[in-house]
């Protein structure tokens, strides 16, 4: 699918570049936290409130399929597929700068399931930010729950559909 515009090529490249920046700010975040921590012991940062907690996530948010971490392999390789396709159609700016956080976010859980231990697709999740207790998660699900916020509040604010801000209007006759 070819970009229509320079400003669309432009686009792409840009959510590209902040794609990659997530992913390498969460490998490098992952990379700290195994170096540093000690398996399922809780540093605490703000009282018990937020703090440090490494773990090893076979399964999606709160260990859900926990057993299917192939079937999880899939769902991101998926949804990596069909972030990449919207970063080639999107025109508008706002839905750019979205689909780069949700992309990077993507990319950096697949790259983790490709290529950590136990093996090929197959691979734990790095979590190390501990949120009370409640669950804990890493700078790529900061990403996805940010982009995925942001992204709503774009779409139920803003007139225009990705596709259109960039077009010229219509010519009534």
């Not at 959510?15 to 399922?40: C, F, R, Y």
């Not at 859900?64 to 159609?89: E, M």
């Not at 983790?112 to 790095?126: E, M, N, T, Y």
Request: with cysteine.
């Amino acid at each position: 699918m070819p970009l229509t515009s320079k400003t669309q090529k432009r686009r792409a490249w840009w959510t590209a570049m902040g794609a990659s920046i997530v992913v390498l700010s969460d490998q490098a975040s992952k990379w700290w936290a195994e170096l540093t921590l000690s398996h399922n012991e809780y540093v605490p940062l703000i009282s018990n409130i937020i703090g440090w907690r490494l773990i090893y996530n076979p399964g999606a948010a709160f260990g859900l399929g926990a057993n299917s971490t192939w079937v999880l392999t899939i769902i991101a390789a998926i949804a990596v597929l069909v972030l990449v396709f919207f970063t080639l159609r999107t025109k508008n700016l706002r839905w750019a700068f979205g689909i780069a956080c949700l992309l990077g976010g993507a990319a950096s859980h697949l790259g983790d399931r490709l290529f950590r231990p136990p093996g090929f697709a197959q691979g734990h999740i790095v979590d190390f930010i501990d949120y009370g207790g409640f669950f804990v998660g890493n700078i790529a699900d900061i990403f996805l729950v940010g982009g995925a916020v942001f992204m709503v509040l774009v779409s139920w604010f803003e007139k225009e559909t990705p596709e259109s801000k960039d077009e010229p209007p219509r010519q009534e006759r």
